[in-house]
């Protein structure tokens, strides 16, 4: 087989390497849980090894599974049967291998790299199927920028050069390239019958980009003097997102509320004669850690920071570390703002004004990956954003390679417009609706009555939002969480460490309170710098997933049914209870999943069921409901989620 012949070169090629690693890895130590054969769930706990012995292992154990094929059914509909697990390779894989109790940067003393590298991702991918996992969805892995970066590691949407991946996910030591590494990756993932999805960045790139210097027209430029707003400030006189009147706003949310993009109301004159034309590219140097451009005047020229696209007044801090692409060039929009880089002005989206080598550019990096690496779909970020003309192209070329290649879109919404772009699957609210009772019922309810128009992701939490055991409730939330997750229509979806309990977040992008983000401050976020999770958490939920994975292997044709008919929502006494069945007329049993939404207290159970048995065995937890006339009772836990057939 071609992955097994690929997984055998490399190895071979490890194996010469490392003849030349003698007593570089004398303290060495790696997770249990990555190592197949010494996982011991009741006792988390580090390992000592021999790095090219542990490297070595775990690939024979990869090439001594059965190649799993996959099933080819066009479309990347196989979204729809996805289990998700999701790696910031940069701290997923992170470890302190010499014990030293820190992440040593760049490499330890022995040269081995502590931060996350794509071969030790390779290396854990028996762990990741383990949990049931059948596609692996990675955050950008590509080169990143330096200047803004916040942390000493920069943010991986801060993207230097889209078609280079990011040399600190490369393992010195074992003396093959970053390229060499992901190929590996990739092709591990599929000789167990995992999928690879990357996430890709196309609507902005670093503000030292490699295309800058190439192609400064590609960009947008402000003279070098003008200074950045403060955020939350109101200075006119400095460069930031551009500030307009009541008036002005209560315009332009109306117009584009209503679709008209014809004569969308521009910044003030004040802002947009901060931009200039781009300078030529032999008049741009590298001064400070920023790129300045030369004007034929002598005005020096920078390339500005990003901030939200949409709505003109979103107080969200700037971002200083990207920037915006200029996908069309036209003098009278020689400007960042929402009618430039969104909610596309009519008179400015017209053919004649496209950058055709930028977009050419953006379309040929998917077919790279594909033809490079044999990645199975991607996830668009900030895809909203993108030019549907754009959008259309990449989807085509993409589908000409590989009709079975899947569309991913970072999406909060859950509708048709999703759909009619080409999309497999969106982000979606459940993350930020289950832990409300009543939202998450509301969702629920959804299902048994017009459906969603696209698969999204079941999950609790992402890289952007708080974790799920941070919040009321801590790893009872996240068991209550994922059992719910698996049980309805929709996307499991694994954010790594999850599984582990962490409560510390990637990122505070979303749903976080003022107060929690004094706690976080963003240098020390693991978006940013380094950070490896607490992988001897005695408190995680490992064996918990793995468990609910088989439930829901067995009936997964019952469960993945998104029809209505298929999901029977059934209204409570309790508003703490939550209760549904997953019904077919093609299966034997059906499915009645009830669980305690509350986190703190028990609750009574009496629940209405037509059934002629006297009792009911939870699959989850062995338990036994007592049925009497019709009527389930017992009691549940806190955060008890049970599975019954009926």
């Not at 014990?99 to 996350?116: A, F, M, V, Y």
């Not at 490699?210 to 939350?232: A, F, L, N």
């Not at 989850?620 to 836990?637: A, C, R, Y």
């Amino acid at each position: 087989m071609e992955h097994a012949k690929y997984l055998k070169n490399i190895r071979e090629k490890l194996s010469q390497n490392f003849l030349t690693q003698k007593g570089k890895g004398s303290r060495y130590a790696v997770p249990n849980l990555w190592i197949p054969e010494k996982q011991n769930l009741s006792k988390p706990q580090p390992i000592k090894i021999n790095p090219p012995t542990f490297y070595l292992n775990a690939l024979d154990f990869i090439l001594s599974q059965k190649h799993i094929p996959f099933t080819k059914n066009n479309g990347g509909k196989w979204t729809k049967d996805a289990i998700i697990y999701n790696m910031f390779v940069r701290t997923t894989c992170a470890f302190d291998h010499n014990q030293s109790g820190k992440l040593d940067l760049p490499l330890n003393q022995d040269g081995w790299r502590e931060t996350g590298t794509l071969l030790k991702a390779t290396m854990m991918i028996p762990y990741i199927k383990s949990l049931g996992a059948n596609t692996i969805h990675l955050l950008p892995i590509t080169s990143i920028g330096s200047d803004g970066n916040k942390g000493n590691l920069g943010s991986p949407y801060a993207i230097k050069n889209p078609y280079v991946l990011d040399e600190l996910l490369h393992e010195p030591n074992a003396g093959l390239s970053v390229d060499e590494e992901f190929k590996l990756f990739v092709h591990a993932a599929h000789h167990f019958g995992i999928r690879v999805v990357v996430e890709f960045v196309f609507r902005t790139s670093s503000k030292d980009a490699d295309w800058i210097k190439e192609h400064p027209e590609w960009y947008y430029w402000i003279k070098e003097k003008i200074k950045d707003k403060k955020p939350h400030h109101h200075d006119e006189t400095k460069y930031g997102n551009p500030i307009f009147t009541e008036g002005e706003l209560k315009k332009i949310l109306s117009d584009v509320e209503a679709g008209r993009y014809n004569e969308l109301i521009p910044p003030h004159e004040i802002y947009s004669d901060m931009f200039t034309n781009p300078p030529k590219p032999e008049s741009i140097t590298l001064k400070g850690g920023q790129l300045i451009g030369k004007l034929e005047d002598g005005t020096d020229v920078r390339i500005p920071g990003a901030f939200a696209d949409w709505p003109p007044h979103d107080s969200q801090p700037p971002w200083g570390d990207v920037t915006y692409l200029k996908m069309y060039d036209h003098p009278d929009f020689n400007y960042i703002a929402y009618n430039t880089i969104r909610m596309y002005d009519e008179r400015l989206a017209k053919t004649e004004n496209i950058n055709k080598e930028l977009w050419e550019k953006i379309a040929e990096v998917i077919p790279y990956y594909q033809h490079t690496f044999g990645i199975d779909g991607v996830m668009i970020d900030m895809g909203h954003a993108l030019p549907m003309d754009l959008k259309q192209d990449m989807i085509r070329r993409a589908k000409e390679i590989d009709p079975d290649f899947a569309f991913w879109d970072e999406n909060f919404s859950v509708d048709e417009k999703s759909v009619k772009e080409g999309y497999n699957a969106v982000i979606g609210y459940q993350w930020s609706d289950q832990h409300h009772r009543d939202k998450f019922k509301n969702m629920l309810r959804r299902f048994s009555s017009e459906g969603f128009a696209l698969p999204f992701f079941a999950t609790p939490e992402s890289h952007n939002t708080p974790r799920a055991a941070a919040r009321d409730g801590d790893v009872v939330y996240s068991k209550y969480a994922w059992a719910m997750s698996n049980f309805i229509p929709a996307i499991p979806f694994i954010h790594s460490g999850f599984e582990l309990g962490e409560k510390y977040p990637i990122n505070t992008g979303l749903d976080f309170k003022k107060e929690e983000l004094k706690k976080y401050p963003s240098d020390k976020l693991p978006l940013f710098s380094e950070y490896s999770y607490n992988w001897f958490n005695e408190n995680q939920l490992v064996d918990w997933i793995q468990k609910v994975s088989v439930i829901r292997k067995k009936y997964h044709s019952l469960i993945s049914d998104s029809s209505p008919q298929s999901f029977v929502w059934i209204e409570t006494k309790s508003k703490d209870l939550i209760a549904f069945i997953r019904k077919s007329e093609n299966v034997k049993h059906n499915l009645l999943i009830i669980g305690n939404s509350n986190m703190k207290d028990k609750i009574e159970l009496e629940l209405k069921v037509e059934t002629s048995k006297k009792s009911l065995d939870d699959l989850l937890s062995g338990k036994t409901f007592i049925i009497e006339q019709n009527i389930l009772i017992g009691k549940m836990n806190p955060g008890q989620v049970s599975v019954l057939l009926i």
